[in-house]
């Protein structure tokens, strides 16, 4: 069970705009705590995707964005592509733990 | 260009220690956080701690009790240990750099079998 929530899987056919939730709780995305997002290929590692909710880091294109409300964030990706296949996974902190907290994976599958 | 190997035995009996080494280059392990996470086969990420040059560690409440990080200026290494593991201990074990909010250079990623 992790401690932010997110959608098993999300899909969209090439070209179109899907989202992907992470809902956490007061002690860490709702305690203003920022949220970033990871994307993994298959067979690969992790790769930072987008840090301080909304930031790219450089060579990641603009289709992907980062939000953040409340106590939930949401990645963005625009213009679908066949190398989008992936899991995404968001992040933050929490206050009760003392350290780092991930979501439990997204699989984006592209129709 | 900072770049993380992680390394140590992929095999590891259970009730022993599970010890591995991440060797930075590109950068110096003098400035910055550096920590663990591992996934499990078929499963999201869990993090398991990180530590500082000061020598100031963070630990996984859940895994608080079993493990330890250090670090080595002299070979630009930090090191994992986890005691008593079992088949639960199991996974892909990430060598990371912490920015201090989030996490933006990875190693490969090692695994790891806890068997007899």
């Known amino acids: 069970q992790s401690v932010l929530t997110q959608p098993p899987s999300v899909s969209g056919a090439p070209g179109q705009r899907v989202t992907i939730s992470c809902t956490g709780s007061s002690s860490n995305i709702g305690s203003d705590f920022d949220v970033h997002w990871y994307q993994q290929l298959p067979g690969a590692a992790p790769t930072l995707l987008i840090y301080d909710n909304n930031t790219r880091p450089s060579g990641v294109p603009d289709r992907f964005s980062g939000s953040k409300s409340g106590t939930s964030a949401s990645l963005a990706i625009t213009g679908l592509q066949a190398t989008d296949e992936a899991d995404y996974y968001c992040q933050s902190y929490d206050s009760s733990l003392g350290g780092s907290v991930f979501g439990g994976g997204t699989q984006l599958t592209v129709l | 260009q900072v770049q993380l190997q992680e390394s140590g035995p992929g095999l590891v009996k259970p009730s022993e220690t599970l010890s591995l080494t991440c060797t930075v280059s590109?950068?110096?392990?003098?400035?910055?956080?550096w920590g663990w996470i591992r996934q499990p086969a078929g499963k999201g990420l869990e993090w398991i701690g990180r530590i500082y040059i000061s020598g100031s560690t963070r630990y996984n409440p859940s895994l608080d009790s079993r493990v330890t990080m250090s670090m080595d200026t002299s070979r630009n290494q930090f090191s994992l240990k986890m005691t008593s593991v079992t088949a639960a201990d199991t996974a892909l074990y990430y060598c990371v750099r912490y920015s201090g909010s989030y996490y933006d250079y990875w190693g490969r990623g090692t695994l790891v079998t806890v068997s007899s």
């Open positions: 590109g950068g110096s392990i003098s400035s910055d956080y």
